[in-house]
């Protein structure tokens, strides 16, 4: 586990714990009727929320609706649904226009403690509910939102050099802006300074170590840019929600991830909540599996999708690099096929690395991941292995394939049974011929067998169940895992060269070739 890594697990613990007693939290927003979206409920449950999807997924339609959920602290109006989802009118009835009655935005919050309602709904106008209380009020809070993909636009380019020419006040900017930065950017700082017209335009100036010339944002790089403008804007904000859209432009992979660290940080500290959206596969592994929110589009609505487990996630967002993936059930199953694979690779000549097994995905959810996979075209660098007790799925899958115009590459491990009934059978068997593998005689690894046997004969569970307690129990006794024993015995029997293991070894080299022969 890399450093960095070990951070951002270490903060997570921390932010989760802060979670529990948080005073003011956006846990949950619902959104009808808008922009291709029927009915999308979207909960927050992490301090700081990663959504992420395909493009046209509803992204940013989620997280601005988010900007509408507070008014700031002592004033009468926050931001306004009209202001960020503004209607398009043309004069005359043939003319197109934009028509958007009956959005509706609903938020569900903890507000001071206490869990509370609102609701906007678009009539002629924007109204506000509170859901049944007559008087509600919108909770407050500090709210900021950001765009970095917006690139300063030339008539705004136009408008701030005229600044020259006119009254502006300097500012100084603080050493926790500046230290914010300097944890994110390979540059060091000797000085940032704010020019700040009456009308509220403002341009930074900055000077580096070593180097007595300032310059402005218009010489600094997107990253560069992007990065102390966020850090000007949000690093001294306390008790607010933050809302950042497309928060890896202009940024390198690193700095990405280091981004990340930092805000993460700062919500710890600050005590904020932090929503952003992505297409990167860093900023996602960023965050902990509970903070990752993945949005799909259906034929006529928006949904959340499980989170993507790592092996789908980095194909969906470009980490696989050319590599076969290969998708199970469980550790169980990842052993199986790792054994396989240690007699399969050096046969046909495949690199170890060139192939990635993932797992922890029930049988039910990978239709899902089919039809993730096919919109991003990325279904031929995968195979679909199952345990031998889903084939009733066969049909089901492969026509999620068939649907999208691909013939999948589906796979089931030996026997009509789950793996651990299999291996056990395995080992009931063939005691000698395993006992000296897993580190014991074959009298002692009989006499276990048997006496674990004897231990779950009234046992009432399903035979899946048994046979996962009897591996364990065997492997506690060995000092091994499940898995590690699964992977020695997958590798024995794929030698054998007969019965169903052979028609797995088979189907599997066929698989590993076709994809071969594809790159």
């Known amino acids: 586990m890399s450093f960095l890594h070990r951070n951002l697990t270490q903060i997570w613990d921390q932010l989760r714990s802060k979670k529990n007693q948080s005073q003011d939290f956006l846990e949950e927003i619902r959104i009808e009727k808008l922009r291709g979206i029927r009915d999308l409920r979207v909960p927050f449950s992490f301090p700081v929320s990663v959504i992420a999807g395909p493009n046209g997924s509803g992204k940013s339609t989620v997280l601005f609706a988010c900007a509408c959920a507070y008014r700031p602290p002592n004033k009468a109006w926050g931001i306004v649904p009209s202001k960020l989802f503004p209607n398009l009118q043309t004069q005359g009835s043939t003319s197109p226009s934009d028509k958007s009655a009956g959005t509706v935005f609903e938020y569900y919050y903890l507000s001071h403690g206490i869990k509370t309602r609102m609701r906007w709904a678009k009539g002629k106008t924007w109204n506000k509910s509170f859901l049944g209380k007559r008087e509600g009020v919108q909770p407050e809070r500090h709210t900021y939102i950001r765009t970095l993909s917006n ?10 050099l005229q600044m020259g020419k006119s009254t502006f006040t300097q500012e100084e900017l603080t050493a926790d802006l500046i230290a914010f930065a300097h944890r994110i950017l390979p540059v060091r700082y000797r000085g940032l300074t704010l020019l700040k017209r009456r009308d509220n335009k403002d341009l930074l100036f900055a000077v580096r170590d070593n180097d007595e010339e300032s310059y402005s944002e218009f010489h600094m790089s997107a990253g560069e840019r992007a990065i102390l403008r966020i850090s000007k804007d949000i690093s001294q904000l306390s008790d607010g929600l933050v809302l950042i859209d497309e928060v890896e432009a202009g940024l390198h992979p690193m ?28 900023v996602i592994e960023s965050v902990p599996h509970d903070a990752r929110i993945f949005l799909d589009r259906t034929d006529n609505n928006v949904i959340i999708q499980t989170p993507y487990r790592d092996i789908i996630q980095k194909a969906l967002y470009g980490r696989s690099l050319n590599k076969l993936s290969i998708l199970c059930e469980d550790d169980v199953a990842e052993g199986v096929i790792m054994g396989v694979l240690d007699v399969l690779n050096p046969r046909i000549g495949i690199a170890p690395d060139d192939i990635t097994v993932g797992r922890d995905t ?3 959810q990978f239709g899902q991941h089919i039809e993730a996979l096919a919109k991003f075209q990325t279904l031929d660098s995968f195979v679909f292995i199952l345990d031998g007790d889903a084939r009733n799925l066969e049909n089901s899958l492969r026509s999620v394939g068939t649907r999208h115009g691909h013939a999948i590459s589906l796979l089931f491990l030996p026997s009509d049974q789950s793996p651990e009934v299999w291996l056990w059978s395995i080992l009931t068997a063939k005691c000698d011929n395993y006992a000296s593998l897993l580190g014991t005689t074959a009298e002692d690894l009989q006499k276990n067998v048997q006496l674990i046997d004897q231990i779950y004969s009234g046992a009432s569970d399903k035979p899946t169940n048994i046979n996962k307690n ?8 060995l000092n091994r ?9 997958a590798a024995g029997e794929s030698q054998s060269h007969k019965g169903e293991m052979k028609v797995f070894v088979d189907e599997l080299s066929d698989a590993i070739i076709a994809w071969r022969n594809r790159y």
């Open 470 to 477: 009897k591996l364990g129990t065997l492997a506690e006794g």
């Open 481 to 489: 895992t499940v898995p590690q024993i699964a992977r020695i015995i």
């Open 362 to 364: 029930g049988k039910d």
């Open 151 to 160: 690139l300063t636009n030339p008539s705004e380019v136009r408008s701030i």
């Open 255 to 282: 700095t990405q991830q280091q981004m990340m660290l930092e805000l993460q940080r700062l919500a710890l500290r600050n005590n904020l909540q932090i929503i952003v959206t992505t297409h990167s596969s860093v």
